[in-house]
């Protein structure tokens, strides 16, 4: 049985993914989500885990936890048996409002699509992930140097080339240097067919580096030349890993920032003490995510790993509110796929 303990989201640790941390919290609430903080038990292990709540319609919201819970480590429990049982529990602590609770567990099998499927009457597999079904994670517990041992050719051609023209520094705080990098960052959404977060979404990351219980930090790393910016990529750190979360860059004759910005990134992850870079995003298993297909070769050029993990998947409370809100996501899906093919969608690296 699992016995949950409510504790405050911004006293929360982070223990493993950045987005289970106070900090995720702090920053999802700002952007109307309501953070819910638990421990939980199961037969004396103990672990915890971080819930948003958002209101959707009224009286119908959605609860969501990002990567977790610590669903591998469980002795006692088998990983359906446990989220079902999390779920009773937390169905008893969440506003009455909740109609289902979403998953996006954490990563799972490394090189193995053949990948978990929750079983029982609740559960729904969600036509896309929220969060991607396969990334590139690049163990970094022997330190930078090793790492970049272990880079392919491809990654060290293009960093021969590139640092000889590019310089890359961390954000030093300037608000012209933001305004400069986010007209970058707007620029690559409109060549590259996504949906660009608010600058004001952005600032208030950044604005949160190592202010929130001190758990995450977030750096926005910067790529110049010849004094002009031409790119960059916000990174979260935590306790056990880094993660690549958004970028950008200027396609310019002969040349790319993108492999300076991350041999950067990573070796800013390993001073951090990180054990893990996540590149965060490649297509999964079973055709799922294939808009993220052209960043396949260049995440894997660093020499990582692949990793997959289960789909999106709702545990459901009230079954005709949850159909017709899959129906209406379902629909906002596909008319971003349509404006992205529309477009000539071609993911950026």
Not at 144 to 157: I, P, S
Not at 185 to 209: H, Q, V
Not at 259 to 274: K, P, R, T, Y
Request: charged fraction near 25%; aromatic fraction near 14%; charge should be positive.
């Amino acid at each position: 049985m699992v016995v949950l303990t409510k504790i405050d989201y911004k006293k929360f640790p982070c223990q493993g993914s950045p987005f289970q941390s106070s900090f995720w919290g702090a920053i999802k609430h700002a952007s109307g989500w309501n953070a819910h903080a638990f421990s939980l038990e199961v037969e004396g292990w103990h672990s915890q885990v971080l819930v948003l709540v958002k209101k959707l319609f009224p009286l119908c919201s959605l609860a969501y936890i990002p990567f977790g819970p610590d669903v591998f480590n469980c002795p006692t429990l088998g990983i359906s048996e446990f989220i079902k049982e999390l779920s009773r529990e937390l169905r008893r602590q969440l506003p009455k409002s909740v109609f289902a609770i979403r998953y996006d567990l954490p990563w799972d099998e490394v090189n193995d699509p053949n990948v978990m499927k929750l079983e029982g009457k609740r559960f729904r597999t969600a036509k896309e992930s929220v969060q991607p079904d396969g990334t590139v994670r690049l163990d970094l517990q022997w330190g930078y140097e090793a790492v970049t041992y272990g880079y392919r050719d491809r990654a060290k051609r293009a960093l021969r080339k590139s640092s000889q023209v590019v310089d890359v520094s961390l954000w030093n705080g300037d608000t012209n240097d933001f305004k400069r990098w986010y007209n970058v960052y707007l620029e690559t959404a409109r060549r590259d067919g996504f949906s660009a977060r608010s600058s004001k979404y952005l600032k208030a990351l950044l604005a949160l580096d190592g202010k929130v219980a001190g758990d995450v930090k977030c750096k926005l790393i910067l790529a110049w030349r010849e004094g002009i910016i031409i790119g960059g990529c916000i990174i979260l750190m935590g306790f056990s890993e880094a993660v690549y979360l958004f970028g950008a860059s200027l396609r310019l004759d002969n040349i790319t920032c993108s492999h300076v910005l991350q041999d950067f990134a990573i070796s800013l992850a390993c001073e951090n003490g990180c054990k893990y870079y996540d590149f965060f995003g490649i297509p999964g298993p079973m055709g799922r995510g294939l808009h993220l297909k052209g960043l396949e070769l260049f995440k894997l050029s660093f020499g990582g790993q692949p990793y997959y993990r289960t789909p999106t998947t709702d545990y459901v409370i009230r079954l005709v509110v949850w159909k017709i809100y899959s129906i209406t996501e379902n629909i906002r899906y596909r008319l971003n796929r349509q404006a992205w093919n529309q477009e000539g969608y071609l993911p950026s690296s």
